[in-house]
């Protein structure tokens, strides 16, 4: 009876030790998605869904497309994106506009200031740092407004 009971117990604690090395996981990048994010998730089927995440559990995404709530299997997806703003990108173009074109401008006036006629590098670097903050800060207002898709999981396996 001991040896059978020993032998139940070592067959019970290989089974919970292996079990969750063999339960499918979802990738770290699709644990990390906010319930309430709109996805778009294109398959390898080449079927694309676009839906609300209502959550993520085991090895599966539910999203809410439509009506219908609908199951994807994290190794049945090809590319993931959610849906967000270009902020970033519109600060980084609205302050490189804006710091080139106040570093030229503040540097021709502030020779004309100057009544010397000559660049004025000092007047150029002042202008170049508030066009730049004031140039980002437009830039990532409008940005603000501008939807675009930010790719979060990219499956590369084939």
């Known amino acids: 009876m001991t040896v059978t009971r020993l032998l139940a117990c070592v067959a019970i604690l290989s089974v919970m030790v292996a079990s969750p090395a063999v339960a499918q996981r979802i990738p770290e990048p699709l644990a990390r998605l906010r319930p309430g994010a709109t996805l778009r998730v294109e398959r390898d089927s080449s079927q694309t869904l676009i839906g609300r995440l209502l959550s993520p559990i ?24 959610e849906r ?9 173009i609205g302050g490189a506009v804006g710091g080139v074109g106040l570093f030229i401008l503040a540097g021709e006036l502030g020779g004309a ?10 007047a150029a ?21 501008i939807p675009e898709w930010h790719t979060r999981y990219r499956n590369d396996l084939p």
Do not use: C, Q, Y
């Open 84 to 92: 967000g703003n270009a902020w970033r990108k519109g600060a980084m």
């Open 125 to 145: 670097l002042v202008g170049a740092a508030l066009g730049a903050s004031g140039g980002g800060l437009l830039g990532g207002l409008i940005g603000f407004a």
């Open 58 to 81: 085991g090895d599966t995404l539910f999203l809410l497309a439509g009506e219908a709530h609908t199951g994807v299997f994290a190794a049945s997806i090809a590319v993931l994106s």
């Open 113 to 122: 200031i100057n009544e010397t006629g000559e660049f004025a590098p000092g």
